[in-house]
């Protein structure tokens, strides 16, 4: 029987997103048949490593956020030398910095939104594009820190006055549209769903509350936009060098009808395995029960990629 030590909670701003992942996650992995061993990741590395003694066959990644989806605990898995899910240190450090990323989707000719970094600071006195545009942090996830600036409102100089994500934060235009999401296991795009909020957007709360979105799959979009959302989060999880699993998002600008306009937001190398989670959703749509999706994860393990 394999052991399996799953790492789950962590220090960011998604930890309790990650607590969640991890409970479900120990459960399915029991169910399919591994030796599982939970280790709740606080802030003492010297822990982890020691709860990862004696050393597992596979390390589960259930880890969100700065620290977890980063690259940090993927170079500590790589330097002990266990096989770890989803991606290498390369490919989850470029996709955790949402700047990096896009300057990967541009060159690999991907769509991606016209924006900019900006200094905050700045943010408090002039607007940096004409409106209405989005202000996000360069590296947390979950929607985290995401605003929308909007015609009318007053509230960039308190954002920017608020703002705990460093100096810097990327400013974006705002595509109007619908939400779509394409997970991708290995080299299989699987479906693409589309996320109906009554929010503003698909923010935290959307994404994690009960009933805070529905979810449709597969999406009612034009075939040849629904092609194409198929195509690029191959291409994007491919120029990220990512492996395992991974969840990009996108807006689809349909209100000028459709096909309409496509935008690659973000890949992200972590997707959440909460009750309300995407990935399991997709994969249980083309057959893989969420003990089997976890059990892919363990079987396609690596490291030092």
């Known amino acids: 029987m394999r052991r399996v030590a799953v790492l789950y909670g962590g220090m960011s701003a998604e930890r309790e997103v990650s607590l969640s992942s991890g409970r479900q996650v120990i459960v399915a992995l029991r169910a399919a048949g591994y030796d ?7 802030d003492d590395l010297r822990a982890v490593i020691a709860a990862l003694d004696p ?7 259930a880890l969100h956020g700065r620290f977890g989806e980063d690259g940090a605990i993927q170079g500590v898995l790589d330097w002990l030398g266990i096989p770890y899910t989803h991606s290498g240190v390369r490919a989850s450090a470029l996709a955790m910095d949402k700047a990096a990323a896009k300057a990967v989707f541009a060159a690999n000719g991907l769509p991606v939104a016209r924006g900019a970094m900006v ?3 700045a943010l408090e006195h002039a607007d940096p594009m004409p409106l209405p545009y989005v202000v996000k942090p360069v590296n947390e996830g979950s929607s985290v820190g995401v605003e929308i600036m909007r015609e009318g409102g007053n509230r960039r100089a308190s954002v920017a006055a608020a703002w705990s994500f460093g100096p810097a934060a990327m400013v974006e235009e705002y595509i109007p549209g ?3 999401t394409v997970a991708v296991m290995g080299d299989r795009a699987l479906a693409v769903t589309e996320i109906a909020s009554e929010n503003a957007f698909y923010d935290y709360e959307a994404k994690y509350a009960d009933g805070g979105s529905r979810h449709i799959i597969p999406a009612p979009v034009h075939p040849v936009a629904y092609a194409q959302a198929l195509d690029v989060a191959l291409a994007a999880h491919k120029a990220l060098g990512c492996r395992g699993a991974t969840r990009s998002d996108f807006r689809y600008d349909d209100t000028a009808g459709e096909p309409g306009r496509l ?3 973000e890949v992200n190398t972590q997707p959440g395995l909460t009750p309300t989670s995407l990935l399991p959703e997709q994969a249980a749509h083309v057959g893989y029960s969420f003990p089997q999706l976890c059990a892919w994860m363990v079987e396609n393990a690596s490291c030092r990629v």
Do not use: H, M
């Open 119 to 121: 200094d905050i600071a």
């Open 36 to 42: 599982v061993v939970p280790v709740e990741v606080k």
């Open 178 to 180: 619908r939400e779509l």
């Open 55 to 61: 050393r597992p066959d596979v390390v589960f990644n």
């Open 263 to 265: 935008v690659l937001l």
